[in-house]
C-alpha cells in the first residue's frame, strides 16, 4: 500500500502546486488517513513541492498499532512534536515556513478560525491558500483495495443482522438491540460501529437517524434497523424494517411495497455518467406520486468510504455525475407519524452496465419478514 498512498500524495500534490501552492497541510482526519495509510489523533500531513522526502506526518505521539488508526505508510517520514500539548498543523506551518515554502494550501472548510490565526501567526510570511475539498475530490472514486474493504464491512453488517433476526425480539427495548448489533458486529471483525446504530420499533420505526430508546418490542410493530460496519477505516451502511410476531397488516404492506418500490428505482438508475439529483428523483418521484412528498428526507443517499456521509450526495439539488467504482447508499423511506414506517437502505458501487450493472454490497433480504 506504501505505492498507493504515495500516488495519492502525488497527485494532490500536482493540484496544489497547480493552484501556486509551494505546500500543502492535510489536517482532516480522513483525508489525512487516505494520504498515509494511519491519522493518529490530532496528526497533520504536510507536502512539499516535491515528491520524496518532503513529505512529513507530524503527530503529538508516536503513530501506535491500534487498528482505528490505520497502518502507516512506513515510506512516510514521522515526527512527533516536542511538548504533547501542541498542535501539529501549527507545528507543519512553522516547518514549511523554515523550509523556505512562501505559501501553504490548507483546509479552510476544516480549520476553525482561531486554528487558522495560529497558523498565520507562527509563520507570519506564509501565504495561506485555500485547498478547498482537493482530497475529498480524490477519494470519491475507490480503488479496487477500498472496494475490496467495504465489502467485507457489508458482509460483517449482514451477519450481524441476520444473527439478531434469529433470536427472541418481543419484550426486549430498542437500546437493548442496538447495543448487541454492535458487539456483534466488533465479534464478526469490524472495528465498530460505522456510526450509532439506530432501532426504531412501533411508532419510531422508520425515523431518520432514531436514536434507540428504553421502548419494547410489541407484536404486530415495524422494527426499523439501521447499522453499519467499519473495516480497515472503510465504512458502510444497511437498513432494513421487519414486522414482528404476526403476520403484516393490510397498510404494513402497501407502505412497505412502496418504499422497496422507491428503493428499487434508485439503485436501478445507479450507472456512470447519471446525474446524482437523477438518482434522487427517480426514488423520491415514487414516494412524492403516491402523496408523501412533504415529510420525505432531504437526500435519498451518500458517499460512503472512510466516512459514512462522504460525497457525492444524492439530492434534488446535487450537482456533478456518478463515476464508476462510487460507493453510494439508496435509502428512501417513510414515516407516518403516531403509527411508525418503513427504511430499506443498501450499500452498492457504481458499475457500468457491461460489468452488471451497479454492485450490491448489503445483501440480507429485502422481504417483508415477519419475525
Not at 262 to 271: D, F, V
Request: net charge negative; charged share 25%.
Amino acid at each position: 500500500m506504501a505505492e498507493v498512498h504515495a500516488a495519492r500524495r502525488d497527485r494532490l500534490r500536482e493540484r496544489a502546486t497547480a493552484g501556486g501552492s509551494a505546500a500543502t497541510l492535510v489536517s482532516r482526519p480522513a483525508n489525512v488517513r487516505y494520504l498515509a495509510g494511519a491519522a493518529p489523533n490530532g496528526a497533520a500531513l504536510l507536502l512539499g513541492r516535491d515528491p520524496g522526502d518532503d513529505d512529513l506526518l507530524l503527530c503529538a505521539r508516536a503513530p501506535g498499532d491500534e487498528p482505528a488508526e490505520g497502518r502507516l505508510d512506513e515510506a512516510l517520514r514521522v515526527q512527533v512534536l516536542d511538548v504533547p500539548a501542541g498542535d501539529p498543523a501549527v507545528a507543519a506551518a512553522d516547518v514549511a515556513a523554515s523550509r523556505g515554502a512562501d505559501s501553504l494550501a490548507v483546509e479552510e472548510h476544516h480549520l476553525t478560525v482561531a486554528r487558522h490565526r495560529a497558523l498565520g501567526s507562527v509563520a507570519p510570511g506564509l501565504r495561506l491558500l485555500d485547498l478547498n475539498s482537493g482530497v475529498e475530490q480524490l477519494r470519491l472514486v475507490k480503488d479496487e483495495e477500498e472496494i475490496s474493504c467495504l465489502r467485507i464491512a457489508a458482509e460483517i453488517a449482514d451477519q450481524a443482522l441476520g444473527e439478531l433476526l434469529e433470536s427472541i425480539l418481543v419484550g426486549r427495548t430498542e437500546r437493548h438491540l442496538a447495543l448487541e448489533l454492535e458487539r456483534r458486529l466488533v465479534d464478526h471483525g469490524a472495528d465498530g460501529a460505522a456510526f450509532p446504530t439506530s432501532v426504531g420499533t412501533g411508532p419510531n420505526s422508520g425515523r431518520v437517524a432514531h436514536r434507540p430508546s428504553d421502548r419494547r418490542v410489541e407484536e404486530g410493530d415495524f422494527l426499523s434497523v439501521c447499522l453499519g460496519a467499519t473495516y480497515r477505516g472503510y465504512r458502510c451502511e444497511i437498513g432494513r424494517t421487519f414486522v414482528i410476531g404476526t403476520s403484516p397488516a393490510d397498510w404494513q404492506i402497501e407502505l412497505y411495497e412502496l418504499v422497496f418500490a422507491a428503493q428499487r428505482a434508485g439503485r436501478e438508475s445507479l450507472a456512470p455518467g447519471v446525474e446524482c439529483r437523477e438518482v434522487d428523483r427517480a426514488a423520491r418521484h415514487v414516494l412524492d406520486a403516491a402523496g408523501y412528498g412533504d415529510g420525505l428526507a432531504p437526500l435519498t443517499g451518500h458517499g460512503v468510504g472512510l466516512e459514512i456521509d462522504e460525497d457525492p450526495q444524492l439530492a434534488p439539488a446535487a450537482m456533478g455525475k456518478l463515476d464508476t467504482c462510487v460507493p453510494v447508499t439508496v435509502e428512501p423511506g417513510v414515516h407516518l407519524p403516531g403509527r411508525g414506517g418503513v427504511r430499506i437502505d443498501d450499500t452498492l458501487v457504481v458499475r457500468p452496465e457491461a460489468d452488471g450493472g451497479p454492485e450490491l454490497l448489503t445483501i440480507t433480504t429485502k422481504e417483508l419478514l415477519a419475525l
